[in-house]
């Protein structure tokens, strides 16, 4: 499903409207809500919105856990990192206790990391089919999500959850959830934004299915529920 608006502010006010309602969901279902975060700067206005009246007193922070799709393999303290980008706008300015919350970052080899990292989800989800009740994704230029890049092997994983890679033409380690691993998502909402988005938007929504070359078109949930929130810019080519 697709849901255009105006601009990137109506957007992130919508995000914020679902993330709580999803979140208030999971917790009168199983008293806890399990989210995935994405980076980039598509997701930042809904943060700083969930950070601030009205939105923040209404999402379960206490019940609420909190992981990520990917990472730059950057420290913490990384203008780069995710995790950091999501700390200033959201996760320093509500009561979601420390230990619920899961980065992708540690001082060790990233491989190593990202084997902790599966092992960890594996336990923390104890054998259910169906893991987050909520995951957050962007969308790169080129149809990337996560850091599932064009062309890349980790696009063929069937097995393991996570995996990390050096990402040559950005010279750094990527860690991502594989597609297998996103697709047991109980809902998926992908947050996408500006012009330069339009032609990948279309080519992942309406092309030829070819996702070597947009690996966005690999986001297929078990639940079929995957909701992209676009504004008027990117969805100018649909
Ligand atoms: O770490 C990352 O870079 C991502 O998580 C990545 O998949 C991001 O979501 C897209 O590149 C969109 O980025 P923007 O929101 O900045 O356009």
Redesign the pocket.
Known sequence: MIQIFKNITALSQAAAEIFVQVAQAAVKEKGKFSVAL???????GMYRLLAQSPYREQVPWEQTYIF?????WVPLTDE?S?AKMAFETLLSHVPVPKNHIYPMWADVAPEQFASDYEDLLKKYFDDEELLFDLML?????DG?????FPGTAVLQEQDRWVQAYYLEPQHMH?I?LTAPCLNRSKKIMF????E??ANALYEVQEGARNPQKYPSQLIEPLTKDVVWLVDEAAASKL
């Not at 990520?68 to 730059?72: C, K, L, T, V």
């Not at 994704?137 to 230029?141: N, P, R, T």
């Not at 947050?191 to 500006?194: H, N």
């Open positions: 994405t980076g980039g700067s598509s997701p930042e990520w799709g990917d990472e730059r780069r995710n994704l962007g969308m790169g230029d990337h999500t996560a850091s599932l990527r991502t947050l996408t934004y500006g330069k988005k």
